[in-house]
């Protein structure tokens, strides 16, 4: 069965600094994979997904994730974060034929002023 | 707004009960999706129907039932409830592979 893995809960980063968000997943066939952000009481936003073609994907708000098939993972990552950024991300693969989507069990990102 | 309305966005119900949600999908979408987000089982699929039909099923208890009708937009129906149904839930509707979300439907069984 396939499934997602995001391996920090939480993290915590200073306003400017990078940032990295970890995902890996198993999943027999290729891959359909996303990242949504939700800030607190919001819905699901989409940042960025990967069918096929390049791997470095770019998404919104300066976001890119980079797909490793050799390692399985699909890796979310911003140069400089901003305070509204502090929010929940998910990681998700799409899978079958009708493609329902699998959540990781997100990570929350705390943004230190 | 994401071009996918979901009613109502809070619902405080008894245990017991019975309740509809309602998701109105992206104008263009066939595709209706019916997630369920809490904080012990995180984001489930549901269900999905696409154009009318009943398409794939995920975790969807049996006391809960969906459908779609012909101006394509859904309904999740969700009955004797209990406390542990209490969560967020979400419609996405899709067309070209890519998911948008509603804001979901927060529903509280007391």
């Known amino acids: 069965a396939q499934s997602v893995t995001q391996p920090d809960i939480h993290i915590t980063v200073s306003e400017g600094a990078s940032l990295e968000l970890r995902c890996n997943y198993s999943?027999?066939?290729?891959?359909?994979l996303f990242w949504y952000v939700q800030s607190p009481g919001q819905g699901l936003q989409l940042l960025l997904k990967?069918?096929?073609?390049?791997?470095l994907v770019q998404g919104i708000k300066g976001f890119e994730a980079e797909f490793k098939r050799s390692q399985s993972s699909f890796n979310l990552r911003k140069p400089s974060v901003h305070w509204s950024d502090a929010a929940e991300y998910f990681c998700?693969?799409?899978?079958?034929?009708?493609?329902?989507?699998?959540f990781g069990s997100g990570t929350q990102l705390t943004v230190l002023p | 707004d994401s071009g996918v309305t979901q009613t109502p966005k809070h619902l405080i119900t008894a245990t017991g009960q019975r309740v509809t949600l309602r998701c109105s999908p992206r104008?263009?979408?066939?595709?209706v999706y019916w997630y369920q987000q809490s904080l012990d089982q995180g984001l489930q699929f549901l269900i999905q129907?696409?154009?009318?039909?009943?398409?794939a099923k995920g975790n969807i208890l049996e006391r809960f039932s969906a459908q779609q009708f012909p101006d394509l937009h859904s309904e999740l129906n969700l009955s004797s409830l209990e406390l542990g149904d209490s969560a967020l839930y979400f419609c996405?509707?899709?067309?070209?592979?890519?998911?948008?979300f509603g804001s979901g439907t927060r529903l509280t069984v007391v």
């Open positions: 999943y027999g066939a290729t891959p359909y």
């Open positions: 129907y696409y154009n009318g039909e009943e398409r």
């Open positions: 998700a693969v799409g899978r079958g034929s009708a493609r329902q989507l699998t």
């Open positions: 104008s263009g979408d066939l595709s």
């Open positions: 990967y069918f096929s073609g390049d791997t």
């Open positions: 996405a509707s899709s067309s070209d592979g890519g998911y948008t």
